[in-house]
C-alpha cells in the first residue's frame, strides 16, 4: 500500500539530485496507511485510513468556512461520499482524533471538546476491529476469539451524508425504526442539517423516491415499474445505468441500487457516473407551479412576488453521485 506522502516522497526522488533524495527519504518515513482500527489505535488529523484495493480513505479534511471545520470523511478520488461529524463539526483546530477503545467505543476525542461517541456498545466488548472496506463502507465489528466476525456493530452505510453509494439503503429498518436518507449539503464547505436541507427519502407506502424539504415535498420519482425496473420521472438515461433493489418485508423496507452488470468496480470508475446533472432529477428545477419530471405543486407563497426569481446557490446535491445546484428565492 502507498500513502499520499509515499507517492510525494517518489514523485520528488525523481525530480531531484540523489543526496537531496536521501534526505528526503530520509526526513519523510512515510506510515503505511492500514484500512483499519484495532481496540488502542487512533486515527488523527495527520492519518489516513486507506481501503485495501485504495479506492477509498477516510481521514479528518479541514474545510475554510468561518474560523473553519473539520470533518471527518470518506473520499474516493473525486467524491467525498460520506462524512460522520455532521452534527456537530469540530473547530479546525487539528486536535480531533478518532479512536476505537478497549471497550468497542468508537468516538472523536478532540482537546477543549466532548467527545463525540460514533459509536458505543451497551456492554463494554473488548474484541472489535473497525474497518474501512472497499465498498466505501466503514463497519465496526466484534470478533470471535479466533478473528472471524460475529457481530456488525455500527456501519457508516447506515449514515449516509450526500451520496449514494452501491448497498448503501434509503428507507426504513423496522427492526430499529432507524430511517436511511440522504441530506444535502447547503454549500460545499457546510453540511447543514435540520430541517432547512432537502432531503432525499424513499416512501415505502407508495413505493417512490421523493425529495422534500421540511414538509415540503418538491419532487417525487413516481411509482417503480417492476417489470422494466424504471422509475417514471428520471429519464432513460440515467436509469439504464443501475439496477434498483427494492427490498420490503418485515425487517425492512428499502431501496438501493447497484450497476447493471453487476460490476461494482464499474460503479466507482470515473466513467461511470453520468456526468451531466441535467439527466437526474433536480428538485431545484420545482418552482411550487410547474409539473415538469415529477415536480410537484403546492401553494404559492404569499410572500412570494413577480419580481423575485431563483438563483443558483454554489450549493451542491448528489443524488446517485451527481452533482446539483440548489437554488433559492430572492429579490431581483
Ligand atoms: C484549517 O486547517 C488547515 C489544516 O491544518 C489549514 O490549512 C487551514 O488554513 C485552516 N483554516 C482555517 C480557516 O483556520
Ligand atoms: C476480553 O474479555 C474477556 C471476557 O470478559 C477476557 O477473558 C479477556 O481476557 C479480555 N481480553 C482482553 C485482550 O482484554
Ligand atoms: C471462529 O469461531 C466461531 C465461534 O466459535 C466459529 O463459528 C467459526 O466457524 C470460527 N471460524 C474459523 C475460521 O475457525
Given at each position: 500500500?502507498?500513502?499520499g506522502?509515499?507517492?510525494?516522497v517518489k514523485?520528488?526522488?525523481?525530480?531531484?539530485?540523489?543526496?537531496?533524495w536521501?534526505?528526503?527519504?530520509?526526513?519523510?518515513i512515510?506510515?503505511?496507511?492500514?484500512?483499519?482500527?484495532?481496540p488502542?489505535?487512533?486515527?488523527?488529523?495527520?492519518?489516513?485510513?486507506?481501503?485495501e484495493n485504495?479506492?477509498?480513505n477516510?481521514?479528518?479534511r479541514?474545510?475554510?468556512?468561518?474560523?473553519?471545520f473539520?470533518?471527518l470523511v470518506?473520499?474516493?478520488?473525486?467524491?467525498?461520499v460520506?462524512?460522520?461529524?455532521?452534527?456537530?463539526?469540530?473547530?479546525?483546530?487539528?486536535s480531533?482524533?478518532?479512536?476505537?477503545?478497549?471497550?468497542g467505543?468508537?468516538?472523536?476525542?478532540?482537546?477543549?471538546?466532548?467527545?463525540?461517541?460514533?459509536y458505543?456498545?451497551?456492554?463494554?466488548i473488548?474484541s472489535?476491529?473497525?474497518?474501512?472496506?472497499?465498498?466505501?463502507?466503514?463497519?465496526?465489528?466484534?470478533?470471535?476469539?479466533?478473528?472471524?466476525?460475529?457481530?456488525?456493530l455500527?456501519?457508516?452505510f447506515?449514515?449516509?451524508?450526500?451520496?449514494l453509494?452501491?448497498?448503501?439503503?434509503?428507507g426504513?429498518?423496522?427492526k430499529?425504526?432507524?430511517i436511511?436518507?440522504?441530506?444535502a449539503w447547503?454549500?460545499?464547505?457546510?453540511?447543514?442539517?435540520?430541517?432547512?436541507?432537502f432531503k432525499?427519502?424513499?416512501?415505502?407506502?407508495v413505493?417512490?423516491?421523493?425529495?422534500?424539504?421540511?414538509?415540503?415535498?418538491?419532487?417525487?420519482?413516481?411509482?417503480f415499474?417492476?417489470?422494466?425496473?424504471?422509475?417514471e420521472?428520471?429519464?432513460?438515461?440515467?436509469?439504464n445505468?443501475?439496477?434498483?433493489?427494492?427490498?420490503?418485508?418485515?425487517d425492512?423496507e428499502?431501496?438501493?441500487?447497484?450497476?447493471?452488470?453487476?460490476?461494482?468496480?464499474l460503479?466507482?470508475?470515473?466513467d461511470?457516473r453520468?456526468?451531466?446533472a441535467?439527466?437526474?432529477a433536480?428538485a431545484?428545477?420545482?418552482?411550487?407551479?410547474n409539473?415538469?419530471?415529477?415536480?410537484?405543486?403546492?401553494?404559492?407563497?404569499?410572500?412570494?412576488?413577480?419580481?423575485?426569481v431563483?438563483v443558483?446557490?454554489?450549493?451542491?446535491f448528489?443524488?446517485?453521485?451527481?452533482?446539483?445546484?440548489?437554488?433559492?428565492?430572492v429579490l431581483?
Amino acid at each position: 500500500m502507498i500513502t499520499g506522502k509515499d507517492k510525494l516522497v517518489k514523485f520528488v526522488s525523481l525530480a531531484i539530485p540523489t543526496y537531496l533524495w536521501v534526505w528526503t527519504s530520509w526526513s519523510n518515513i512515510p506510515t503505511m496507511a492500514s484500512d483499519r482500527l484495532k481496540p488502542g489505535d487512533f486515527l488523527d488529523s495527520s492519518g489516513k485510513l486507506l481501503s485495501e484495493n485504495e479506492r477509498y480513505n477516510m481521514y479528518f479534511r479541514s474545510f475554510e468556512y468561518g474560523e473553519g471545520f473539520t470533518y471527518l470523511v470518506i473520499e474516493d478520488s473525486n467524491f467525498l461520499v460520506w462524512t460522520a461529524t455532521t452534527k456537530q463539526p469540530i473547530p479546525n483546530d487539528s486536535s480531533a482524533v478518532l479512536t476505537l477503545d478497549h471497550s468497542g467505543e468508537l468516538k472523536i476525542i478532540r482537546q477543549g471538546g466532548k467527545p463525540i461517541i460514533v459509536y458505543s456498545p451497551p456492554q463494554a466488548i473488548n474484541s472489535t476491529v473497525a474497518i474501512l472496506l472497499d465498498d466505501g463502507n466503514f463497519v465496526l465489528q466484534e470478533l470471535h476469539p479466533n478473528g472471524s466476525t460475529k457481530t456488525f456493530l455500527w456501519q457508516s452505510f447506515d449514515y449516509p451524508s450526500d451520496t449514494l453509494l452501491p448497498k448503501m439503503k434509503l428507507g426504513v429498518n423496522h427492526k430499529t425504526g432507524h430511517i436511511w436518507s440522504l441530506t444535502a449539503w447547503l454549500t460545499k464547505i457546510y453540511l447543514s442539517l435540520g430541517s432547512s436541507s432537502f432531503k432525499l427519502e424513499w416512501d415505502p407506502k407508495v413505493g417512490e423516491l421523493i425529495i422534500r424539504k421540511r414538509e415540503q415535498v418538491y419532487w417525487k420519482s413516481g411509482v417503480f415499474n417492476k417489470n422494466i425496473n424504471r422509475f417514471e420521472n428520471i429519464p432513460e438515461e440515467a436509469q439504464n445505468q443501475y439496477e434498483y433493489i427494492i427490498v420490503s418485508n418485515e425487517d425492512e423496507e428499502s431501496f438501493s441500487l447497484q450497476t447493471r452488470h453487476g460490476d461494482k468496480d464499474l460503479m466507482f470508475n470515473g466513467d461511470m457516473r453520468v456526468a451531466n446533472a441535467n439527466l437526474i432529477a433536480r428538485a431545484s428545477n420545482c418552482y411550487e407551479y410547474n409539473t415538469d419530471r415529477g415536480c410537484q405543486i403546492w401553494n404559492l407563497s404569499s410572500c412570494r412576488h413577480k419580481d423575485q426569481v431563483f438563483v443558483e446557490l454554489p450549493g451542491y446535491f448528489l443524488i446517485f453521485h451527481l452533482p446539483t445546484k440548489i437554488q433559492i428565492l430572492v429579490l431581483a
